[in-house]
């Protein structure tokens, strides 16, 4: 199997890979969304209609261990600890993640708003990434001062970020998503408010 076999078998779920990790003999490959196209994928699913909860940790763990056994391979989840997969070390071992000035991981080509819905390891020649960080040339590091209450100037406040994303005065970040992310240039636009309103609601 290879990775263009993974990606025929990934395009049909609104999902794509995001970066590859050595691994021993074997290679990470940490799976994400598509977006915009993913949102629709997983709001028509069995799991976002059904009312139970977890609906979007549930369909990526029917989704990818379906793929994993396809290609005879194992999948991981960032969900379902402890212990929890690194999730955060593999992404900056693929050359294709580093930490933004907020810390949190920017993508190469999916930003700030970059996420993980689980990963694959299985026997394949890794594609690691050699790209620049893209923060290192970023005009003004939007990202760092986009937040109304300050929530990253020193670290991340999480009480400062989810008093103000549940307030009347949070609105915007409630239902269009972590401003913050927003102002990253890098995949700026490619997540529908829909899907950012669905993750702000798990936050809180």
Known sequence: ????????????????????????????????????????VFRDSP??????????????????????HDLEAEALFPFGGPP?????????????????????LVHEEAGLFVSFRGAIRWHTTPQLGDAPQPCLTCAGQPCATACPVGAFNDGYDVAACKAHVGSEAGTDCRTGGCLARRACPVGQGSRLPAQAAFHMEAFL
């Open 47 to 68: 799991e976002y209609n059904d009312g139970t909860p977890n609906p979007m940790d549930r369909w990526s763990a029917r989704v990818l261990s379906a793929v994993a």
């Open 84 to 104: 929890y997969s690194p999730f955060f070390t593999w992404a900056k071992k693929s050359g294709r993640f580093w930490a933004s000035p907020i810390g949190f």
């Open 1 to 40: 199997m290879s990775f263009t076999d993974l990606a025929v078998l990934l395009a049909p779920h609104g999902l794509r890979t995001l970066g590859d990790c050595p691994d021993g003999d074997c290679t990470i490959t940490l799976i994400g969304p598509a977006e915009p196209a993913f949102w629709g």
